[in-house]
Nanobody, 127 residues
Framework: QVQLVESGGGLVQAGGSLRLSCAASGRTFSTFPMGWFRQAPGKERDVVVA????????YYADSVKGRFTISRDNAKNTVYLQMNSLKPEDTAVYYC????????????????????WGQGTQVTVSS
């Protein structure tokens, strides 16, 4: 069982930055592929970034390429999402997710691929 807790959301002006953290419980967290998703009001939950267990291979949604960066510190059981040059359209609840697949060298971009989810953290970008 893996429990995920996001933090770091908040209100920021357009052009600003935030760093989200996703702290995981469970000794095997470091072996799972991870993802960050977001869901804006009235919209579906979509992938933002997804990475393999080692962080070697990573997928970024076109809308965040060059602005967002995922990193993971497996020693601390934590995944980060650094978000720069934020735009009002980035406003959403952000979720981290883990897939129960040990040492996966594949990243996963669909909601249905993931087995564990955090409770979400609100990010609001004002214009």
């Amino acid at each position: 069982q893996v429990q995920l807790v996001e933090s770091g959301g908040g209100l920021v002006q357009a052009g600003g930055s935030l760093r989200l953290s996703c702290a995981a419980s469970g000794r095997t967290f470091s072996t799972f592929p991870m993802g960050w998703f977001r869901q804006a009001p009235g919209k579906e939950r979509d992938v933002v970034v997804a990475t393999t267990w080692s962080g070697t291979n990573t997928y970024y949604a076109d809308s965040v390429k060059g602005r967002f960066t995922i990193s993971r510190d497996n020693a601390k059981n934590t995944v980060y999402l650094q978000m720069n040059s934020l735009k009002p359209e980035d406003t959403a609840v952000y979720y981290c997710a883990a897939k129960l697949k040990y040492y996966s060298t594949t990243y996963y971009t669909e909601v249905a691929d993931y087995d564990f989810w955090g409770q979400g953290t609100q990010v609001t970008v004002s214009s």
